[in-house]
């Protein structure tokens, strides 16, 4: 269990209002048991493809809001997950009340069919936020566009704004991430050792190591598919796939250069970062201080919440804390 550090030790810019309920102690039951929440928010969706830049596809989920509506929620979600993520429906259903449009570009291979190059997708990819978010900009040049994203899409964002600078403010009108690992080493030393393996690292690696068995079938990429069936960390997956197919040495260097928190003082688009302290994706002490971040960046990082858990009321509980506090961070 992560010891969650006061707050007033981390120099945060703002004290949270979010307090776990009594029923649902620790992070990794508020982790685990906010996706048995995602039923509550029954959304539809009409699905678009867009052809990308290098000849691949991505599948976009937008709700079924007003064509009229001047403001666009963006959700990028996390690693393997889509519109269909517990977090992704929750948000998506507060966008509907609000009277908001809302879209959820599913990352390559993560809409339910295998994307068409032998890359798929990486936690620094900055360059696929920044393609997706002006075209949608140019598409949609009444809009007012705020952008979430969630766990491994919130380090692609807040990466995305840090590379952007001030010329991100062009595009988007706020941003907020939530659980972003911004440190990936600390995150992968975490993941890779102890109960976490087990319980996290392993469901992650089942469906990410399918999908690249499947490649080495389609693309006969120089990965024997032994060596993928072995794969038993993320270390190992990175070395042997995610770093070398995206350009990078190895995993250290894929860490070392995907990582979002070396970006976060250049972050000039209003930003709001939710990260619970006990966490079981990242350590507290890997959170950035206030003297790490831009002006622009408020830190909110609660004692309790797991990894994109928040649940909050009396049981079942919802997941409307997070809702209605990235929609009230918006609308301020």
Not at 238 to 252: E, L, S, V
Request: include cysteine; glycine fraction near 8%; proline fraction near 6%.
């Amino acid at each position: 269990m992560i010891d969650p550090i006061p707050n007033q030790k981390m120099g945060l810019s703002v004290s949270s209002t979010y307090a776990p309920p009594w029923w649902l102690p620790g992070g990794n039951l508020q982790t685990i048991y906010a996706r048995r929440l995602a039923r509550r928010y029954p959304v539809q969706y009409r699905r678009e493809r867009w052809a990308a830049p290098d000849g691949d596809f991505i599948d976009l989920d937008w709700t079924p809001g007003a064509a009229a509506a001047n403001k666009l929620l963006v959700l990028f979600h996390g690693l393997e997950g889509g519109s269909r993520s517990h977090y992704a429906l929750s948000l998506m259903d507060g966008a509907q009340h609000m009277s908001w449009r809302g879209v959820v570009p599913h990352f390559r291979g993560c809409g339910g069919e295998s994307n068409k190059l032998p890359r798929a997708y990486h936690s620094g990819d900055a360059a696929e936020i920044d393609w997706i978010l002006r075209r949608l900009k140019r598409e949609n040049p009444q809009c007012e566009i705020y952008v979430v994203g969630v766990s491994l899409g919130g380090n692609m964002l807040l990466k995305w704004l840090g590379e952007q600078a001030d010329a991100a403010c062009a595009i988007v009108n706020g941003a907020v991430a939530v659980s972003a690992p911004v440190d990936l080493p600390a995150a992968a030393a975490l993941l890779d050792f102890g109960y976490r393996r087990a319980i996290y690292t392993r469901r992650f690696l089942r469906s990410l190591k399918g999908k690249v068995l499947a490649k080495i079938s389609q693309h006969g990429l120089d990965i024997a598919p032994i060596t993928m069936h072995d794969c038993s960390t993320f270390r190992q997956f990175d070395d042997i796939y995610t770093a070398p197919i995206h350009g990078f040495k190895d995993a250290d260097d894929y860490w070392a250069r995907a990582s979002s928190k070396p970006w976060l003082k250049n972050i000039c688009v209003r930003t709001l970062m939710i990260n619970a302290q006990n966490d079981p994706f990242l350590p507290a002490s890997a959170l950035p201080r206030d003297d790490e971040v831009s002006a622009s960046v408020t830190l909110d990082f609660p004692n309790y919440g797991g990894h994109v858990g928040f649940v909050s009321g009396s049981f079942p509980g919802s997941l409307d804390w997070l809702s209605r506090s990235i929609f009230q961070f918006f609308t301020a």
